[in-house]
C-alpha cells in the first residue's frame, strides 16, 4: 500500500549488507590482535564512503524490476513508490493512491460484514514512514580510508574469503536475492508458486490500467460535455494562451529584424 514517499532519487542510499559488515569484523579483529596490538585502535566506518552510488532511486529501479517477477501472493495492486521532495505533491499522492483506495477497500470489507483493516494498515505504514523523511532527503559521505588501508594489508586469499569491498557489489543480484528472501522467509510463501502469482500481477495490471483510464474518461465526459460553462472557460483560456504566444513570438520576429 506503500506508494509515495518524501525523498530525493538522487540522495545517497548508505545501505550495507550484513555479510560485509561481519568480513569487517572478522578483519578488524584480526589486524587488531596480530598486526597491531599494541597500539591505538582506529576507527572503522562500515559504509560506501566516497565508493559508493547507491542512490533511493536506484533502490527503486532495482527493487521494482524485480518485484515484477518476484510477485507476491497476496498482493491486492502492482507494486509502485516514486519519491518526491514536495510535500504538497507528497500528500497529494498519498491521499490518491493510499488513502482513498484504503478507504474504498474498507468500504468494501463492511459491505461483505468483514471488519475494515486498510486505513489503519495505511495509516501505521504513514507513520513509519515519515520518520525516515530526514535520511531520504540528504545525503552524508563518511570517511573509510581506514577499510581501504586494512583491504590493502590482507593477502589477495584473506580479501576473497572475507570481502568487505563496496565496489565489488552487483546492487541488481543484491536486491534479486534481497526480494526472494523477503518473499521467502519473511512472507512465507513458497517460491514454486511464482508463476500463478506472475499471472495474478498481469492480471492487476492490466486491471488497474482499466480503472485508470476509465476514471480518466469519466472525468472528461462530465467535465467537458457536460459543464457548458466550464467549456466557455477553457476556450476563453486556451485563447488567451494563444494570444500571449503570438504576442512572444511577434516580439522575438520585431527583435530580430532589428
Known amino acids: 500500500m506503500l506508494r509515495a514517499m518524501i525523498g530525493s532519487t538522487q540522495a545517497k542510499a548508505d545501505i ?34 566516497h565508493l559508493g552510488s547507491l542512490t533511493w532511486g536506484k533502490i527503486i529501479e532495482c ?21 518526491t521532495e514536495n510535500k504538497f505533491r507528497y500528500f497529494y499522492l498519498r491521499f490518491l493512491q493510499e488513502v482513498l483506495p484504503a478507504f474504498i477497500l474498507d468500504c468494501y470489507m463492511r459491505l461483505i460484514g468483514r471488519k475494515p483493516i486498510f486505513s489503519k494498515i495505511c495509516d501505521k505504514i504513514y507513520k513509519n514512514v515519515r520518520t525516515l523523511d530526514f535520511f531520504t532527503t540528504h545525503s ?49 510463501e513458497d517460491l514454486a508458486h511464482m508463476p500463478q502469482c506472475r499471472k495474478r ?21 462530465i467535465v467537458f460535455f457536460k459543464s457548458f460553462k466550464f467549456h466557455r472557460i477553457l476556450i476563453i483560456f486556451l485563447r488567451l494562451i494563444f494570444s500571449v504566444l503570438s504576442t512572444i513570438t511577434k516580439k522575438i520576429g520585431f527583435s530580430s529584424k532589428k
Not at 29 to 49: D, E, F, L, M, S
Not at 201 to 218: C, D, E, G, P
Open 201 to 221: 500481477n498481469q492480471r492487476l495490471k492490466r486491471l488497474q490500467n482499466f480503472l485508470w483510464f476509465t476514471s480518466i474518461a469519466l472525468i472528461v465526459k
Open 140 to 188: 552524508w559521505i563518511f570517511p573509510n580510508d581506514n577499510s581501504i588501508l586494512l583491504q590493502n594489508e590482507m593477502s589477495e586469499v584473506d580479501r576473497q574469503t572475507f570481502n568487505f569491498d563496496v565496489r565489488d557489489l552487483d546492487w541488481s543480484h543484491y536486491w534479486h536475492i534481497y526480494c526472494l528472501g523477503a518473499k521467502q522467509y519473511l512472507l512465507r
Open 63 to 83: 527493487g521494482l524490476g524485480h518485484l515484477d517477477t518476484i510477485c507476491m501472493e497476496n498482493a491486492i495492486s502492482c507494486p509502485h513508490l516514486q519519491f
Open 16 to 49: 550495507i549488507p550484513v555479510d560485509i559488515c561481519v568480513n569487517m569484523m572478522i578483519a578488524i579483529a584480526w589486524q587488531t590482535g596480530i598486526k597491531h596490538p599494541n597500539t591505538t585502535i582506529p576507527v572503522y566506518n562500515c559504509c560506501t564512503g
